[in-house]
């Protein structure tokens, strides 16, 4: 401790606290310590709040508290904090009021990270959500939120219906609330039944667009390199017409190697980076899942791998993370599934996949199903947990495998119903550019070329058949201007270069999308 200490009296009990460190962590101190204070010269302090001694003495520990502890080699915090980890909720609910308090930044982010890690839970997250709004914490209110529209379904109805009439239509309305249509409104007559106040029943109705979805982002991994010659990552966003960057790709280097086949994906609000082999051949993998908040800006631990892979395919279907396939230790591929559900942080085996690569084939989840592209289609159904594989050569096509990632937006293939496949099952079938004026010059481009870009609008296909194709799609191709017409064109590669940004762009790292967080609130 420094060498001048102050007293901070709370009823009877006296705290002696390095000034110096107090100053430093708390804004309120600062002020009140300061010569423009009469009595910044005490050598003691009267605590008048409405708080409980342990809250304070937990407070001061954490000033104090110069020890961190890592983590599952991933993330480190205070020792003074890990007890909050797994226990001590509400002692952690009153510690963040008195953050607020007393204008603590620093101790404000460190509980922040705890709850983001620890504690957002349906059970936990409406008090949270409404305790920071209370005290203006926006950045923690909002993952909250966030979380709350995601888990709407599993939220504690005993909770719901306690809600303020206009915290209630925040969630029910909200184009981003993961519910059934019907679940939202049995909520509202439940949150109904137990209000008595009538009065209020008129202006809570579900004023939710039957047309209007969630905004869609777009992103893909680039890369920089250094005067060093070494390779920073970076996740950018892609508009459609501009390319900028998001964050830098979490470091996950180790000893200096760059990591090879790791897979970048998203959902809801957050990117996650996943796998990789720190080096081809060295049998030395990234075990650890990444994910970045969008809303807070921020990366956080998230799991750890059951099993080393890279060049894997990653996707979400629904609540649950896969990770497919790739290349595991000694450079053996890998048939074997792993599905992660996020929401109970449990990892299962799933059916394997029935073709095994090298390289991350194209893939894409189209309602709630996966379609994965190698000598035939590959369809998996987590409803039955099967394959089923359709034979390209059964229907007619002439599909060539490519360095392709399918995504959500620039569509590459259209779906259509065929008399091969059983029920409503999806094939493959090759489509051309849409633009309605195109040169010579611009055609060579699209020469035994795949691509389409329908950017989610109305398809008539090649079959005659009107189709709304979205969901799929190429993320990293990039609009340049030909010369000759100086019309927009569409440019694929497996590495481009973006040379006003610098930037190389590798697909087979990854692309991927999430919500706007802009539209949070929509």
Same mark, same amino acid.
């Given at each position: 401790m420094g060498d001048e200490l102050i007293t901070l009296i709370f009823e009877k009990n006296r705290f002696e606290v390095d000034k110096k460190k107090l100053i430093s962590k708390s804004r309120y101190f600062e002020c009140l310590l300061s010569h423009n204070f009469s009595d910044s010269q005490n050598k003691e302090h009267v605590i008048n709040y409405d708080i409980t001694i342990s809250t304070?003495? &937990? %407070?001061?520990?954490?000033v104090h508290d110069t020890e961190h502890v890592v983590i599952e080699n991933s993330y480190s915090i205070k020792s003074s904090m890990i007890k909050y980890e797994k226990d001590n909720f509400a002692d952690l609910l009153n510690l963040l009021q008195l953050s607020t308090l007393f204008m603590v930044d620093d101790l404000i982010n460190d509980i922040t990270d705890i709850i983001v890690l620890n504690w957002l839970h349906p059970e936990q997250i409406i008090d949270v959500w409404l305790l920071t709004q209370e005290l203006g914490i926006n950045v923690l209110r909002d993952i909250c939120f966030a979380v709350c529209l995601d888990r709407f379904i599993h939220l504690p109805i005993r909770s719901l219906i306690k809600l303020p009439v206009n915290n209630l239509r925040q969630l029910l309305? +909200?184009?981003?609330?993961? *519910?059934?249509?019907?679940?939202?409104?049995?909520?509202? $007559? =439940?949150?109904?039944?137990?209000? #008595?106040?009538? /009065? #209020? @029943?008129?202006?809570?109705? @579900? +004023?939710?667009?039957?047309?209007?979805? $969630?905004?869609?982002?777009h992103y893909m991994v680039g890369y920089?390199?250094?005067? /060093?010659? *070494?390779?920073k990552g970076y996740i950018c966003l892609w508009d459609g017409v501009r390319l900028s960057e998001v964050t830098e790709l979490k470091d996950v280097k180790n000893s200096g190697k760059e990591i090879v086949g790791m897979q970048v994906t998203g959902r809801g609000f957050s990117i996650y980076i996943i796998g990789g082999e720190y080096g081809l051949g060295t049998g030395? %993998?990234? =075990?650890?899942?990444?994910?970045?908040?969008?809303? /807070?800006?921020?990366?956080?631990?998230?799991?750890?791998?059951?099993?080393?892979?890279?060049? =894997? #395919?990653?996707?979400?279907?629904? &609540?649950?993370?896969?990770?497919?396939?790739?290349?595991?230790?000694?450079?053996?591929?890998?048939?074997s599934v792993d599905m992660l559900n996020i929401h109970t942080g449990k990892w299962s085996k799933i059916a394997n #996949?029935?073709?095994? %690569?090298?390289?991350v084939p194209p893939y894409c989840v189209i309602k709630k199903k996966l379609f994965l592209l190698k000598s035939s289609l590959h369809i998996y159904c987590p409803e039955t947990d099967l394959w089923k594989t359709v034979m390209l050569s059964s229907v007619g096509l002439a599909l060539e495998e490519s360095d392709i990632r399918m995504e959500h937006g620039i569509t590459i293939f259209g779906l259509k119903d065929s008399d091969t496949t059983e029920n409503d099952e999806t094939v493959l079938t090759r489509i051309s550019n849409t633009q309605k004026r195109i040169c010579n010059e611009c055609l060579k481009l699209y020469t035994d070329s795949p691509m389409v870009h329908t950017m989610g609008v109305p398809y008539v296909g090649v079959f005659g058949i009107d189709m709304f194709v979205s969901g799929i799609g190429v993320i990293f191709i990039l609009r340049k201007h030909c010369e000759s017409c100086n019309n927009e064109y569409l440019q694929l590669d497996n590495e481009v270069e973006n040379d006003k940004q610098e930037l190389t762009l590798v697909p087979r790292v990854g692309s991927c999308y999430t919500i706007d967080p802009k539209t949070l609130y929509n």
């Amino acid at each position: 401790m420094g060498d001048e200490l102050i007293t901070l009296i709370f009823e009877k009990n006296r705290f002696e606290v390095d000034k110096k460190k107090l100053i430093s962590k708390s804004r309120y101190f600062e002020c009140l310590l300061s010569h423009n204070f009469s009595d910044s010269q005490n050598k003691e302090h009267v605590i008048n709040y409405d708080i409980t001694i342990s809250t304070l003495q &937990n %407070f001061i520990k954490w000033v104090h508290d110069t020890e961190h502890v890592v983590i599952e080699n991933s993330y480190s915090i205070k020792s003074s904090m890990i007890k909050y980890e797994k226990d001590n909720f509400a002692d952690l609910l009153n510690l963040l009021q008195l953050s607020t308090l007393f204008m603590v930044d620093d101790l404000i982010n460190d509980i922040t990270d705890i709850i983001v890690l620890n504690w957002l839970h349906p059970e936990q997250i409406i008090d949270v959500w409404l305790l920071t709004q209370e005290l203006g914490i926006n950045v923690l209110r909002d993952i909250c939120f966030a979380v709350c529209l995601d888990r709407f379904i599993h939220l504690p109805i005993r909770s719901l219906i306690k809600l303020p009439v206009n915290n209630l239509r925040q969630l029910l309305e +909200n184009v981003n609330v993961r *519910s059934p249509e019907k679940y939202l409104h049995s909520v509202l $007559s =439940m949150w109904v039944e137990h209000n #008595v106040d009538r /009065s #209020v @029943i008129d202006i809570c109705n @579900i +004023n939710r667009s039957k047309t209007e979805k $969630s905004t869609i982002l777009h992103y893909m991994v680039g890369y920089k390199t250094e005067n /060093s010659g *070494s390779k920073k990552g970076y996740i950018c966003l892609w508009d459609g017409v501009r390319l900028s960057e998001v964050t830098e790709l979490k470091d996950v280097k180790n000893s200096g190697k760059e990591i090879v086949g790791m897979q970048v994906t998203g959902r809801g609000f957050s990117i996650y980076i996943i796998g990789g082999e720190y080096g081809l051949g060295t049998g030395q %993998f990234n =075990m650890i899942i990444w994910r970045y908040c969008l809303i /807070s800006k921020k990366w956080y631990y998230f799991a750890r791998l059951p099993s080393p892979r890279r060049h =894997m #395919v990653v996707a979400f279907l629904g &609540n649950c993370l896969i990770a497919i396939g790739g290349v595991g230790r000694h450079r053996l591929k890998l048939s074997s599934v792993d599905m992660l559900n996020i929401h109970t942080g449990k990892w299962s085996k799933i059916a394997n #996949v029935p073709e095994c %690569f090298t390289e991350v084939p194209p893939y894409c989840v189209i309602k709630k199903k996966l379609f994965l592209l190698k000598s035939s289609l590959h369809i998996y159904c987590p409803e039955t947990d099967l394959w089923k594989t359709v034979m390209l050569s059964s229907v007619g096509l002439a599909l060539e495998e490519s360095d392709i990632r399918m995504e959500h937006g620039i569509t590459i293939f259209g779906l259509k119903d065929s008399d091969t496949t059983e029920n409503d099952e999806t094939v493959l079938t090759r489509i051309s550019n849409t633009q309605k004026r195109i040169c010579n010059e611009c055609l060579k481009l699209y020469t035994d070329s795949p691509m389409v870009h329908t950017m989610g609008v109305p398809y008539v296909g090649v079959f005659g058949i009107d189709m709304f194709v979205s969901g799929i799609g190429v993320i990293f191709i990039l609009r340049k201007h030909c010369e000759s017409c100086n019309n927009e064109y569409l440019q694929l590669d497996n590495e481009v270069e973006n040379d006003k940004q610098e930037l190389t762009l590798v697909p087979r790292v990854g692309s991927c999308y999430t919500i706007d967080p802009k539209t949070l609130y929509n």
